[in-house]
């Protein structure tokens, strides 16, 4: 309470220095050489006036604001310098201001900030803030200019429609951030891993990456569907789409995509080109488990062998491989496949391994989300850019059987025509 009146005093007598001296020139310059005296009299009522309305405004200022003024000094956010005389001193954390339209509240230390103080008192402030029990709240910590840290408030939204509006020219749409859609240039796209436990949300945000990818057609080759244990990935009948639902199949598809990637590397090397500069080639494979499960060991051994390579240069050829799958372990899809798959998504899970090995550690996830990954609603996910390993909190959209269908449809008529 000290600390806040001590706060309050200061920044008072500051605004209202500023406001005397304001007035006082403006006054100054007005009556120009009027007696000192004379000026008092006549503008005394004007100064007290102006006076209360800064005293005013700083007590409503600092009531509204209470909890954040009192929060670097509640937990303990400050900066300490040693002098030459080893006697220390404290440089304590401010609250400098709250942006209404991005809900965002900056603080400032005159030396320097302490981001990582911030990131491991995440649980106080939500404390502090009044969040601990409204859990689809979000907080996020950044630094901001020099000396600042910014602490956004925000939410996801739970479940939502998937629009039409959300097909972009050269983009994949991926879902909504804190800051609205996100779109992946096409040239950003890699090879990818999502995975996350069954009724999670994979396969309704592999068919809503085919739709971007269908809308794209005109930058893409042909698309290749894998899947041996459903047939969802059938229903396209496109031109530019196949389907294949037996190990030899997809056997033999690979070796034909592999073929592909060397023959365009090969005309790559003869003009000089460090990216090819022609279609794409994409192949999604949904539920990769089932084919580690096969018995036929020579030729699981065949295909995985392909897919690995086609993970390691297929980006610069644009072939590509995006995979999805429950669990990411050894016995559902290769290390060394994983370990080549640049970007990755992370849907609902409560195995360790599948987080660990897509996103990172504990830590790196509770910097992204308060919601433990294992509570994850149907269509939250962390994806983790291929290129810059930018971690991004999403929601993805619904897309019910309809509206698939109907978008298949349209497809159809432009594609098949
Ligand atoms: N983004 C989403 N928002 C809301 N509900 C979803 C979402 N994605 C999927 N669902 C629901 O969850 C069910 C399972 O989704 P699915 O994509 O098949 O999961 P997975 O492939 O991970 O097993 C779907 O039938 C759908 O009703
Ligand atoms: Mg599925």
């Known amino acids: 309470m000290l600390h806040l009146l001590r706060l309050f005093l200061f920044d008072l007598s500051l605004c209202l220095a500023v406001l005397i001296w304001g007035l006082f020139s403006v006054i100054s310059i007005a009556e120009n050489g009027a007696a000192l005296s004379d000026l008092q009299q006549k503008y005394q009522y004007l100064f007290l006036l102006c006076g209360l309305v800064v005293f005013i405004d700083r007590v409503i200022y600092y009531i509204r604001y209470y909890r954040l003024h009192i929060l670097p000094y509640s937990l303990k956010l400050y900066n300490r310098v040693n002098d030459e005389k ?4 404290i440089y304590l954390d401010r609250f400098k201001r709250y942006d209404k339209k991005t809900n965002t509240y ?4 005159r030396l320097a900030i302490d981001k990582e103080a911030y990131i491991k008192a995440k649980q106080q402030i939500i404390h502090l803030l009044g969040f601990e ?7 996020e910590i950044k630094a901001y200019n020099k000396k600042e840290i910014a602490i956004r408030v925000y939410k996801l939204p ?3 429609d998937w629009h039409i509006h959300l097909l972009k020219d050269k983009h994949i749409y991926l879902g909504h951030s804190k800051d609205g859609a996100i779109f992946l240039p096409l040239e950003d796209l890699t090879s990818s891993i999502t995975c996350g436990e069954s009724g999670a949300g994979k396969s309704n945000f592999l068919n809503m990456l085919i739709l971007s990818l269908l809308h794209n057609s005109s930058y893409i080759e042909h698309l290749d569907f894998i899947d041996l244990k459903g047939v969802e990935l059938s229903r396209y009948k496109l031109n530019n789409t196949s389907f294949t639902d037996n190990l030899e199949g997809v056997n033999d598809l690979l070796q034909e995509l592999k073929d592909e990637m060397n023959s365009r590397f090969k005309q790559m090397k003869e003009k000089g080109d ?13 539920e990769i488990g089932t084919i580690s499960t096969h018995h036929d060991k020579k030729l699981k051994e065949q295909i995985f062998n392909n897919l690995i390579e086609l993970g390691q240069k297929g980006r610069a050829s644009r072939v590509l491989i995006m995979v999805f799958s429950q669990k990411i372990d050894s016995t559902n899809i290769n290390t060394n496949l994983l370990t080549n798959l640049q970007s990755s998504c992370l849907y609902r899970t409560s195995s360790q391994y599948n987080i660990q090995n897509s996103i990172g550690l504990q830590e790196e996830v509770e910097e992204i989300t308060r919601t433990r990954v294992q509570d994850f609603p149907k269509g939250r996910m962390i994806f983790k850019h291929g290129l810059t390993s930018e971690k991004i909190l999403l929601q993805t959209p619904y897309l019910s059987q309809e509206l698939q269908y109907d978008m298949i449809k349209y497809f159809r008529s432009w594609i098949n025509k």
């Not at 080893?86 to 001193?89: N, P």
């Not at 029990?133 to 907080?139: A, C, G, H, L, M």
Request: proline fraction near 0%; charged fraction near 50%.
């Open 133 to 139: 029990d409204k859990k689809e709240i979000e907080i």
């Open 86 to 89: 080893k006697e220390s001193k």
């Open 274 to 286: 460090l990216i090819y500069d022609g279609k794409y080639r994409i192949c999604l494979i949904d």
């Open 158 to 160: 739970k479940k939502f």
């Open 106 to 109: 900056y603080f400032k230390n």
